[in-house]
């Protein structure tokens, strides 16, 4: 169908679900991932996508970075925030002349991404389906969530309407925005009350719905929507999370989100966060500093105060450094920060 490859850089668990749905669909997609195990996997008995939503597998040209050759005008890249800057040095010589970068990731990658490649070269994407890296050629498709595509400056472009229709392969109710910084900071503040239930060993439903800790969850939403405000981005709401509610502090309505979002996540085969996984699973870092790190930062260079995202900071380094284990205690902590 499509003539030109599409390139995945980073083929775990977005990166792989994305790669997979788009060369069923026919398009010509090439996978691109530093784990070799994973590799070849794809290459030889091919990526199994596995879950509630459908169960297929997909064979797929794959390389180890070193392996590449030629450039390509589309890649979608689906790194861990925290890798994205090494990912760049990577396949930055991989880019063609006039091709774009579209960020398949949490956080403000774009704004790293058009730093190194400028903006011209840099599409924006949010993403909040759920799913999880099991094992090599293995992946978990846990649940269909919202999904956005945008330029970064809000025009409607072809190449918009060029990954809206790839995206919309995956998810049908994919939309193309004129406010993809809305659905980033919308997800900036989902993103902070799932690295809050990650805290603890529960699924992120059961966290979110614990009473003795629904100050923490409101206050975290609210700090970083006083964040976007300060920036006059206008976040946008998606799967329960409702912007407004925490901008205003609106008790009742937070609450009424925060029950929204425990609903949509008790549907989901992927019972906990990226983040829980990185602690509890794969014990690694997570992307603490990329997501909710340079929010801190960026509070104190705008005067807006975030000592609930900062305290929370703190406690996951603890976890991922082996001073603390996850643990409802943790949240604990951070009531008092929250009256
Ligand atoms: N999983 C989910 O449900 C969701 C994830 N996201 C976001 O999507 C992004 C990707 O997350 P996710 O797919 O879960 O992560 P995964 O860890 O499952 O996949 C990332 C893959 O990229 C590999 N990788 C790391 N560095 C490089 C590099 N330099 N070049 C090529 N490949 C590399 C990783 O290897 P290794 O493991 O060895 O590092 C891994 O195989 C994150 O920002 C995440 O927050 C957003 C919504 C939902
Ligand atoms: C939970 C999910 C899939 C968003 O719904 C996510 O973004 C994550 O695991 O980091």
């Given at each position: 169908m499509s003539e030109r490859p599409i390139l995945i850089w980073g083929a775990g668990a977005i990166g792989g679900v994305l790669g997979a749905y788009f060369a069923r669909a026919g398009h010509a997609v090439h996978m691109v991932d530093i784990v070799p195990e994973h590799v070849e996997a794809m290459r030889t008995g091919g990526l199994r996508i596995e879950g509630p939503v459908e169960e297929f597998t997909q064979v797929l040209p794959a390389s180890v970075p070193a392996e590449l050759d030629g450039q390509y005008d589309r890649v979608f890249l689906a790194v861990k925030a925290h890798h994205t800057e090494r990912a760049l040095d990577m396949l930055i010589p991989h880019l063609a002349p006039g091709g774009y970068v579209v960020s398949a990731q949490n956080g403000l990658n774009e704004r790293t991404i058009a730093a190194r490649m400028g903006a011209d070269n840099t599409v924006g994407c949010f993403v909040n389906f759920g799913a999880d890296w099991?094992?090599?050629?293995r992946i978990l498709y846990g649940n269909r969530a919202a999904v956005a595509v945008g330029e970064l400056d809000g025009r409607m472009t072809d190449r918009v309407a060029e990954v809206h229709a790839l995206l919309s392969l995956v998810e049908p109710d994919a939309v193309a925005t004129d406010n993809i910084w809305g659905y980033l900071w919308g997800k900036m503040g989902y993103g902070a009350l799932l690295f809050c239930t990650a805290l603890?060993?529960?699924?992120m439903s059961d966290a979110m719905a614990r009473p003795e800790h629904r100050a923490v969850y409101r206050t975290l939403g609210h700090e970083v929507m006083r964040l976007a405000a300060a920036q006059d981005v206008q976040p946008l709401g998606f799967n329960g999370f409702d912007p407004a509610a925490f901008r205003a502090a609106d008790e009742p309505g937070m609450d009424a989100s925060l029950e929204l979002m425990v609903a949509h996540n008790r549907?989901?085969?992927?019972?906990?966060?990226g983040i829980w996984r990185d602690l509890a699973v794969r014990k690694r870092k997570t992307e603490v500093d990329a997501q909710i790190g340079v929010m801190v930062e960026l509070g104190r260079e705008l005067g807006v105060e975030t000592p609930t995202l900062a305290r929370m900071v703190e406690l996951i380094h603890d976890i991922e450094e082996g001073?603390?284990?996850?643990?409802r205690d943790l949240v604990d902590l951070m009531v008092p920060l929250c009256a």
């Open positions: 099991l094992e090599p050629g603890t060993p529960d699924s549907k989901t085969a992927k019972t906990h966060s001073r603390r284990e996850q643990s």
